[in-house]
């Protein structure tokens, strides 16, 4: 995103700072209950992006961090960019976009995780998840509600990735016409039946004709 000039920069859910490291910012703001990378990764992140010596770290919950932190650090300096990857149900995903919009700057963009579940195993509850491989949880719901609700954003799904969702502070054309308890019925099989419609299901390649940049 740096052809948007999208600059301040905050991450939800890093678990091992593959992405977070990977960004080039000097206000990079990183929050998880539970960092998988010491000091050690750390400076070895800092050789190889500079950036890196601007990072602060908050190893605390999105709700604590937006209650007890995200007033101080973003008086001054508004997210313009940030990537929601944390609790893969659909109230924190919720919560965890509201509140980013609260100190989000008039172009922000984010960008959400897991939006496109491709079957019902991976698509289950935390509680009910035991299977083998990724679990996505119920994000695609967040998206639904977003394209539902909040004529105020913007908001599609990339086919790539497991669904990236790409939320911006732009109104949207239409509305979907569901409200939250609606979408908390849904089932995974109503999502199939619906997948392009409700998530705005776009190529991957379409990231760029949006944002009218060059591939």
Same mark, same amino acid.
């Given at each position: ?9 905050l ?15 000097? @206000? +990079?703001?990183?929050?998880? =209950?539970?960092?998988?990378? %010491?000091?050690?990764? *750390? !400076? $070895? ?44 149900e ?15 700057a ?9 939006c ?9 509850? @935390? +509680?009910?998840?035991?299977? =083998?491989?990724?679990?996505? %949880?119920?994000?695609? *719901? !967040? $998206? ?12 599609f ?59």
């Amino acid at each position: 995103m740096q052809h948007r000039h999208l600059k301040n920069y905050l991450e939800i859910g890093v678990f091992n700072g593959h992405i977070f490291f990977r960004i080039k910012s000097n @206000f +990079k703001i990183a929050v998880d =209950p539970d960092f998988v990378f %010491g000091n050690g990764r *750390k !400076a $070895i992140k800092l050789l190889l992006n500079p950036y890196n010596r601007y990072n602060q770290y908050f190893e605390k919950t999105s709700d604590d961090f937006f209650a007890q932190d995200g007033p101080r650090l973003f008086q001054n300096k508004k997210i313009e960019l940030a990537l929601i990857d944390g609790m893969h149900e659909c109230d924190y995903v919720i919560r965890d976009v509201e509140h980013t919009l609260n100190h989000a700057a008039p172009n922000a963009v984010i960008v959400l995780h897991d939006c496109n579940p491709l079957s019902a195993e991976a698509a289950c509850s @935390f +509680k009910e998840w035991n299977y =083998p491989g990724t679990w996505n %949880g119920d994000v695609w *719901k !967040a $998206i639904l509600y977003f394209r539902s609700q909040r004529k105020d954003l913007t908001c599609f799904v990339l086919d790539a990735d497991q669904g990236l969702g790409i939320i911006v502070k732009q109104p949207a054309t239409t509305l979907l016409p569901y409200d939250k308890e609606q979408i908390s019925q849904f089932t995974y099989q109503d999502l199939a039946l619906n997948r392009a419609e409700w998530l705005g299901l776009q190529p991957s390649d379409y990231f760029y004709d949006f944002f009218k940049i060059g591939a």
